[in-house]
Nanobody
Framework: QVQLVESGGGSAQAGGSLRLSCAAS????????MGWFRQAPGKEREFVAD????????YYADSVKGRFTISRDNSKNTVYLQMNSLKPEDTAVYLC??????????????????WGQGTQVTVSS
């Protein structure tokens, strides 16, 4: 019902920047919360940031606050994650997710209904 496709991943040096995109298709996202998660090998999936589709309100994990910015373009049904001041510990597969109920707690992967396949981000020191 909702398809999510991430793009924009790649390699960067510490201190560099990358911009990820998540293109959504299918149902209207007007009531959705869109989230970015990341998962490094051998580690649990970790919340990064989310945004309310309709209001634009955002929330960030402490580990990325001040460095990453989540945004959305309503006309393009696309969510972005601008990643600045990258650190090696940011290395992970980054996944876009959609919570159709806009749950009050949106930092848990289990709250999200739809997921993209992920895009690899690698940060070298």
């Amino acid at each position: 019902q909702v398809q999510l496709v991430e793009s924009g991943g790649g390699s960067a040096q510490a201190g560099g920047s990358l911009r990820l995109s998540c293109a959504a298709s299918g149902r209207s996202l007007s009531s959705y919360t869109m989230g970015w998660f990341r998962q490094a090998p051998g580690k649990e999936r970790e919340f990064v940031a989310d945004i309310s589709w309709i209001s634009g309100r955002t929330y960030y994990a402490d580990s990325v606050k001040g460095r990453f910015t989540i945004s959305r373009d309503n006309s393009k049904n696309t969510v972005y994650l601008q990643m600045n001041s990258l650190k090696p510990e940011d290395t992970a597969v980054y996944l876009c997710a959609a919570d159709r109920l806009s749950s009050s707690i949106r930092t848990r992967p289990s709250e999200y209904d739809y997921w993209g396949q992920g895009t690899q981000v690698t940060v070298s020191s």
